[in-house]
C-alpha cells in the first residue's frame, strides 16, 4: 500500500507561480513512476506530467511544456511540481499519482488550484 499526500493549492494571479508537493509513504520499492494530473469542473481528469521513481526520465503535458517541471527527492519520498506562468486554464484539481509496477495506480486526494484575477 502506498499514501498520497498533496500540498500547495491556492489561488494566485495569472503569471503567478505555485509549487505543489506530494509525499508518499508505504512500500516505494513497488512504484515506477510518479505524476501529476488535473481535473476541471466539467471536464475529465487528464495528466499533467509524469516522472520515473529514479528522477531519469519526465514527461509532459503539451499545454504545460516549458511552464511546469516536475521533480522528485527520494531522501524525503516527494515529488513535486513546480507550475510557473499560470493561465486560468491551469484552474483544477491537482491529484498526485503513484504508479506501481503491478496493479493498480495510488492517487492522492488532491490540492486545489485557482487561477484567478
Known amino acids: 500500500q502506498v499514501q498520497l499526500v498533496e500540498s500547495g493549492g491556492g489561488e494566485v494571479q495569472p503569471g503567478g507561480s505555485l509549487t505543489l508537493s506530494c509525499v508518499a509513504s508505504?512500500?516505494?520499492?513497488?512504484?515506477?513512476?510518479m505524476g501529476w494530473y488535473r481535473q476541471a469542473p466539467g471536464k475529465e481528469r487528464e495528466l499533467v506530467a509524469v516522472i520515473t521513481s529514479s528522477g531519469g526520465s519526465a514527461n509532459y503535458a503539451d499545454s504545460v511544456k516549458g511552464r511546469f517541471t516536475i521533480s522528485t527527492d527520494n531522501a524525503k519520498n516527494t515529488v513535486y511540481l513546480q507550475m510557473n506562468s499560470l493561465k486560468p486554464d491551469d484552474t483544477a484539481v491537482y491529484y498526485c499519482n503513484a504508479r506501481p509496477r503491478i496493479g493498480s495506480d495510488y492517487w492522492g486526494k488532491g490540492t486545489l488550484v485557482i487561477v484567478s484575477s
Open positions: 508505504g512500500i516505494m520499492s513497488s512504484i515506477y513512476a
